[in-house]
């Protein structure tokens, strides 16, 4: 904390003689917070923050967002050195422990992940329940949250081993249940992992491979796919991130915990947002379509909104919707992709937004979803799969910030308060005397 900084922040009631200072904690980068947390006893009043837009709801040494600088850093590391220079199992190890392994902790962390990626075979069966349209998010939510009924051996969140596997077990098997769900989509078999592949090629592979014929996981799809994942890994106190340490505070285990997490991340406002982002560039066909398209958005009434724009912290542009255009370009030049009508479409899209006044002013910039789902397409990904691949990523962010929390000494049971303003306080009345 600078000298100068101010250590308090005082707040006074008007019309009476009560106040109460507020102390002012200071982090290691971005705005201090006011800390309210005797403010009730020493003035009887609640803040008020629908959507927690003002609320610091904890401490954490994770990931930092500067909104307003378009700032991404996981434990420190600029997002975009990271995307260039790091990997996906490279990066699950920074977000849960808080640095960069040496090459012998990542070799035996990468081996600890690699030696979890198989489920209990009475799992299987558990995918028989679903029909084969379910939606593959219901499947991962109902399959994730079923894992608390197979590993009994790694509940109990109070013991730092049993913490530990369930990292392990949860990192490595979502992927090979977000493949399942695929496979049992499309009615092919269920293909098992392999040792000798990487993380991402690993996922590649389960994905598309077919017991009639050998697999070869293209490396371009394997780069741009490990990619993805290190630019969706964590994102601060999301909705999704958000619910899992709400769900984590009750001491409930981490399978329920991240299930949960799953299931906030399915809304298009937020995980659901790179599938509907497809969806509203289908709809509007063509580029001589955007400026009714755009028209419609700004029609308060359409209740359209331009999906894979806007955010809730970043008002500049999300660094990672950057470096996603960039591969972009990349993978569909490197697939011999010349000319990707969707990917067309949102470069023109966002150009006409971007030089427009309501987006202008309300600071609305394309996030992670816009250029996501025009990828995850040319790589051959279904729609659907689409924030499923999000919530695979997000697995080591979710669980990094879980076990920040459980092992916080500070850490209570989240229950935030409300303003109530229904009936006041009234006897029943009988059904007969009701008018
Ligand atoms: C993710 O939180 C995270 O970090 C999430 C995430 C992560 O990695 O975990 O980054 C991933 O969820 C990215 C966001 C993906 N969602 C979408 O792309 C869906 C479209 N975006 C919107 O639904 C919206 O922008 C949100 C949900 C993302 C943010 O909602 P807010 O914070 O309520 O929006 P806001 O307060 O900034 O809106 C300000 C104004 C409002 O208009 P006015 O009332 O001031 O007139 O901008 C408008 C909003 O109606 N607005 C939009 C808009 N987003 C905001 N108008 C049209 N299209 C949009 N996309």
Redesign the pocket.
Known sequence: MSSTSPKTATLSLEGTNRSATLPIIEGTIGPPVADIRKLYNELGIFTFDPGYGGTAACDSKITYIDGDAGVLLYRGYPIEQLAEKSDFIEVCYLLLNGELPTEAQLKEFSHGVTTHTMLHEQLRSFFNGFRRDAHPMAVLCGVVGALSAFYHDSLDINDPKQREISAFRLIAKVPTIAAWAYKYSIGQPFVYPRNDLGYAANFLYMLNAVPAEEYKVNPILCRAMDRILVLHAD??Q???TSTVRLAGSTGANPFACIAAGIAALWG????G?NEAVLKMLAEIEHPKNIPDFIEK?KDKNSNV?????????YKNFDPRAKIMQATCHEVLGELGIKDEPMLDMAMELERIALSDDYFIQ?K?YP???FYSGIILKAMGIPTHMFTVLFAVARTVGWVSQWKEMIEDPAQRIGRPRQIYTGAPQRDYVAVAERG
């Not at 909104?305 to 912290?313: E, I, P, Q």
């Open positions: 994102h601060e999301n909705a999704s298009p406002a937020h995980g947002a958005v909104k331009l999906m894979g724009f806007g955010h809730r912290v309300r609305l996030n992670v979803d």
